[in-house]
C-alpha cells in the first residue's frame, strides 16, 4: 500500500466530512446521511484492489 493512497483516503474523508457539516447545519440530514454513505462506498471501492493483492500474496504465502 503507497502513501497515495492513504492520502486520497484523507482527502476523501475531509471532504465527505466538510459536505456533511454544511448539509447537516442547513437542515438536509437525508442528504447529508447520502453524502457519509458515498463517501464510505468509494473509499471501499479503492481498497479493493489492494484486498485483492492481500489475499493474493496471503494465498501464495501458505501455498494454497
Do not use: N, P, W
Not at 474523508?13 to 464510505?40: F, N, W
Amino acid at each position: 500500500m503507497s502513501a497515495e493512497l492513504i492520502f486520497k483516503i484523507i482527502g476523501i474523508g475531509l471532504l465527505v466530512s466538510v459536505a456533511y457539516q454544511i448539509l447537516s447545519k442547513s437542515g438536509r440530514d437525508e442528504q447529508a446521511m447520502l453524502v457519509t454513505l458515498a463517501g464510505i462506498v468509494v473509499v471501499l471501492l479503492m481498497l479493493v484492489g489492494e484486498i485483492s493483492d492481500l489475499l493474493t500474496t496471503i494465498r501464495d504465502l501458505f501455498g494454497l
